[in-house]
């Protein structure tokens, strides 16, 4: 019976919330207590999972000390809780004055070696460090590395980081923390090419290391590698079965490629195996999205709505699923429930002005485009539509106006701009003007002179305006 509670979870924690109990008592002076190293174990574990900070657990290893003034467990723990805790002078204090600790040994130095660092004493920091790395066993070493990746991280130095943790994973070439900190200073350098050639040889070593499969992956995905990526992360579930990161990358990778089927299947997979979030089934959403399956897209859009803290991007997935039901009103209603948490967004506001265009709102149109255009100046494409819709509505002088704002605002026009700014000219019979527009419309893109002859078709006909264009045409 005891064999079977020392491996049973829920007995441990029924014993760890006795001795809570117990110790709380002690502390009300209600109680008189006296715990083993175990039970004082238990104690520190309980506090740790269930309190929000480390005071309680802080308390029990004060009473531990005093049972167990020689254990230097105790003492180390407490240095750890308070370095935790970022009080890292008290941490120090501790370390030079406890006697127990005061043995020069290799966790000491390596939690001398953190304190410094949180002080910003990174030169006692690397100096403590190398000492540590002169007299750790081999297989001791690459710890050292990683605390070293670390701080030299700290310091803004991610290429002498990347240096440390290329040389912990010689010694180690499956080291979790190793690789973990690796995918994210490759990501960070750019490194994805020389990445890949050293996972492939730490595979040479260890084909079964799914940490350096999914490393891998990742670098192959970073650099649109998609096929080798996926690849690459089939491996780790081959040896790692409930790996859903993998399942979901593989997923992603396949949206890239434009396979939504498949990324579908696989996010599904993923979720086997994981507490579905608020990303994976907006992603759903997506893949739905693009196979054609609004109402499924509009259900797993709802989800994601359900678990996300900011789900503007669920309600703007739910407006565009009913824009393609034809369902505009309750598309309306998402898109401005997204825009009431971002209401700055341009893209947001873009669909905005579309949804208003098509269920025949034209004046909200106007006055969503100004709205682009005063968030985003710079934006030449916002000036246009807010342009285009004057010229639609035959506004030719607004139309005119609109775009020499534009041109106050901005040091060169688009082709587009130009190319409407000529045709408004010619509408309201600034013919010299209008031509003078066209030629620079032409000298920035001549090949979009169409877009002129779709806003005003009839100078098709017009022999010096066909010169003048066919002459950039020939030029290039």
Known sequence: MNAENAHNPYHDYQKARQLARQFEAMLAKTHTCFFSVDNFEYLL????????????????????????????QFHLKKVQLLVEDNQYQKALKYLHTCPILLIDNNEVAA???????????????LQKLRCLLLRSHSNEKADVYLFTADLFDNLGQPTKAYR????????????????????????????????????????????????????????????GLYEKAIDAYEFVPAILEDDEDAYRNIAICYMALEEYKLAENYFLLAMEYGEPDDE??????????????????????????????????????????????FAYTAALQYCKKALQIQPNNV??????????????????????????????????????????????????????????????????LSADLLYLLAACCYR?????EGYEYLHDALSVNCHKYTLFFSLIPHLQHNSSIMALIEDYLVCG
């Open 45 to 72: 574990d309980y506090y740790q999972q269930h309190e929000i900070d480390n005071k309680k657990a802080l308390l029990v290893l004060d009473y531990a000390i005093q049972q167990y003034p020689y254990s230097s």
């Open 111 to 125: 939690l001398e070696a953190d304190i410094y660092c949180g002080l910003g004493r990174y030169s006692l920091a």
């Open 164 to 223: 440390f943790i290329k040389h912990a994973l010689k010694i180690a070439p499956c080291h979790e923390g190793a690789l973990e900190r690796m995918a994210g200073l490759v990501s960070e350098l750019g490194k994805q090419d020389e990445a890949i050639r050293i996972y492939h040889h730490l595979l040479d070593q260890n084909p079964y290391c799914h940490l350096v499969w999914y490393n891998l992956g990742t670098a192959y995905m970073e650099i």
């Open 280 to 325: 994976i089934w907006l992603l759903l959403g997506r893949c739905a999205m693009a196979l054609g399956n609004y109402q499924q897209a509009i259900q797993y859009a709802y989800k994601a709505e359900l678990l996300a803290t900011e789900p503007e991007e669920a309600l703007f997935l739910q407006a565009q699923g009913y824009e393609k039901e």
């Open 347 to 412: 893209q947001y506001l873009d669909y905005l002005a579309q949804l208003y265009t098509k269920m025949d709102l034209h004046k909200q149109v106007e006055g969503v485009y100004a709205q682009i255009v005063a968030i985003q100046p710079k934006n030449l494409q916002a000036w246009y539509n807010l342009a285009f819709w004057h010229y639609d509505f035959h506004n030719w002088q607004s139309c005119y106006q609109v775009i020499q704002k534009a041109m106050l605002i901005n040091n060169k």
């Open 428 to 432: 309201l019979n600034k013919t010299l």
